[in-house]
């Protein structure tokens, strides 16, 4: 019987062949906290009597969520980690020069093929765009790492996600995900892993691709992985240095389940309060108003993402009833996106422009809901309370769709702009 | 371990978002955050939970983000345990870590109601409702979880391993 890409990357990681459903002690190539779970890490790290973490140049540290830090006990907790970071010599990445930590890491390329990934952040699943092995784990999780520079996983039953037909233009990963999450719920992949295949896969570009796996959480995984092909190749050849082992399913690898979508009639999509699975077109949602955009996060905060939302918002005015706020995923998104003019486009548009954070994603600061205010985001949560108060209403989508609600003020897809 | 206690309920998917809202991921101190437990679906909650209440849910419990300070929140407010049908597998991994008692049994947990008692025997493996006196019987742990919930968390666990290494490494 062969094995699935997860089951040989762990495998691999474990110095032994192993399989789903059992417990095994794995070696891991990168362990990475935020601003918000390092103070406990590190807390917890201290209590081993260890002096220096396993290896610095594999522990990594990214203030992003609370930062530039928006009060002073946000502050002092970027500090702590500052501070820890510095001393251990380990990865850094200070404000103004780096951005959101799943957006910064593959632009550094630190997140490579074959690899075993654990970050104290549950997006970080995203790394599994890359052919990687990458979980979300607690502050605690993490701390042992640091410290053995093991972890512990039940290895994961595989879920294959086959993609069949020709995706339609305008439709990205953001789609391809809710319409998945859709169809399996909050739960439909719970414990499992999400292996995104076909032709569909096959063709998309990396940064759609890198927008599935982050929501593989969405769905319950453990992770979602992609296959490298010369799509992924091409991207790690601008940013990594450093050789890399790929891993692809055996022809005879044993899945947990198969399922196949015809994804060529696939409509540009929104997923409605309060969660991910709860998915609809966003032309059939009715006449709902809306107070705010916010595009930008882990999920949609790249230089593609921004490039779309600025085709609709060029020569358009975002509505005036709405406060449409632009955040890049990195400063290197930044930088491109002034570079190529697509800053002045928003700035034109009455938009917000801004440095980056995950701010309004979780309800940190830099975008809060008021009670009853309804905003259509490109981030990867609707829970109740998440983006502020727990009577607001958050509403999931990509970015072209984000762009066309901010111009028209409502729920739209880029076509309701014709 | 046996634990007993009062019940509170909820439903399916209930996510850290709403256990411990985000803008009070300021502290590490599991008081500070307790006053806020449950707070973005019950405001009253974390006034009315005592210590040693029981936490019972539906299926995937602990949804969304891999914050630690949801299961600290609800160990803070003084909650003996959670039971519920299903959890997600971060805040599993999290619970078991801090010592909070988590446990899966889908049945106890639908027929359980609001103010019921149920008396939990972890070695035993059981949960009892003593409202219905209905008896269900619960699944151990891997023996590696178990060797963690033993150690007293997985820091303990881990530092026990970091003396042993460091013992080896005098005696070599």
């Known amino acids: 019987m062969g094995q699935t890409m997860t089951e040989k990357i762990l495998s691999r990681a474990a110095g032994r062949r192993v399989r789903p459903g059992e417990i095994a002690e794995v070696a891991v190539d990168l362990v990475m906290t935020n601003d918000i779970t390092a103070p406990l890490s590190i807390r917890e790290f201290k209590k081993t009597g260890l002096e220096r973490v396993f290896d610095p140049s594999k522990v990594v540290f990214v203030p992003d969520h609370f930062v530039p830090a ?33 957006v910064v890491l593959p632009e550094n390329g630190l997140t490579l093929p074959g690899q075993v990934i654990i970050g104290a952040d549950s997006h970080t699943c995203t790394y599994g765009a890359f052919n990687a092995f990458a979980t979300g784990m607690g502050s605690t999780d993490i701390a042992a790492a640091m410290a053995l520079g093991t972890t512990w996983v039940r290895v994961p039953p595989t879920i ?36 995104f295949t076909g032709p569909v896969i096959d063709a998309l570009d990396m940064d759609s691709r890198i927008a599935m796996a982050n929501m593989a959480i969405e769905a319950g995984a453990k992770t979602g992985i992609f296959a490298c092909d010369d799509r992924t190749r091409e991207w790690l050849a601008r940013v990594a240095d450093r050789p890399y082992e790929p891993v ?12 196949e979508f015809d994804v060529s009639n696939l409509k540009p999509l929104v997923a409605l309060p309060h969660l991910p699975s709860n998915v609809y077109p966003a032309d059939e949602v009715g006449d709902l108003p809306i107070d705010q955009v916010v595009i930008g996060s882990c ?5 593609s993402d921004l490039r779309e939302v600025a085709k609709i918002l060029k020569g358009r005015q975002v509505h005036p009833n709405v406060r449409c706020i632009i955040i890049p995923g990195s400063q290197e998104v930044a930088k491109q996106a002034t570079k ?7 700035l034109e548009a009455g938009a917000v422009f801004s440095t980056s954070t995950c701010g309004p994603c979780l309800g940190g600061y830099m975008g809060i809901l008021a009670k009853g205010e309804r905003c259509v985001s490109t981030t990867n949560r609707n829970f109740r309370g998440r983006m502020g108060h727990r009577e607001a209403e958050i509403i999931l989508a990509g970015p072209q769709v984000a762009a066309a609600s901010a111009v028209l003020g409502r729920v739209a897809s880029p076509a309701a702009l014709n | 371990m046996l634990i007993r206690g009062k019940v509170w309920k909820f439903g399916d998917d209930i996510d850290t978002d709403v256990i411990i809202p985000a803008r009070y991921l300021v502290t590490i101190d599991p008081a500070e955050l307790a006053k806020h437990v449950m707070e973005d679906i019950d405001p009253s909650f974390a006034g009315k939970v005592q210590p040693g209440d029981i936490i019972v849910a539906g299926k995937n419990f602990g949804c969304g ?3 630690e300070h949801a299961p600290m929140a609800i160990k803070g407010a ?10 997600a597998r971060i805040f599993f991994r999290n619970a078991i ?76």
Do not use: C, W
Not at chain 1, 86 to 91: K, M, T
Not at chain 1, 248 to 259: L, M, T
Not at chain 1, 340 to 346: H, M, N, R, S, T
Not at chain 2, 78 to 87: F, K, L
């Open chain 1, 70 to 102: 928006k009060d002073i006990k946000a502050a002092e907790q970027a500090k702590v980690m500052r501070e820890f970071a510095l001393e251990q010599g380990a990865v850094y990445f200070e404000v103004g020069r780096a951005g959101i930590e799943h």
């Open chain 1, 160 to 195: 294959k996600l086959v993609y069949h037909g020709t995706l339609p233009e305008g439709i990205g990963g953001k789609d391809l995900i809710l319409y998945t999450i859709g169809q399996i719920g909050v739960d439909g992949a719970l414990y499992s892993v999400m292996e």
């Open chain 1, 248 to 259: 692809d399913s055996d022809p005879d690898a044993e899945y947990a389940k198969v399922i």
């Open chain 1, 299 to 303: 999920t949609n905060g790249r230089i």
């Open chain 1, 340 to 346: 190529e003019g697509l800053a002045d486009i928003f």
């Open chain 2, 65 to 67: 983000s891999s914050r």
């Open chain 2, 78 to 87: 003084g909650v003996a345990a959670v039971v519920a049908e299903s959890y």
């Open chain 2, 97 to 172: 870590n801090i010592g909070l008692p988590v446990i899966e049994a889908a049945d106890a947990a639908r027929e359980a109601e609001n103010g019921d008692i149920l008396e939990i025997d972890t070695d035993e493996g059981y949960v009892l409702n003593t409202r219905t006196g209905k008896s269900y019987p619960t699944a151990r742990y891997d023996a590696y979880i178990q060797d963690i919930i033993d150690a007293g968390g997985l820091m303990e666990a881990v530092t026990r391993r970091v003396q042993a290494r460091r013992g080896e490494q005098q005696v070599s």
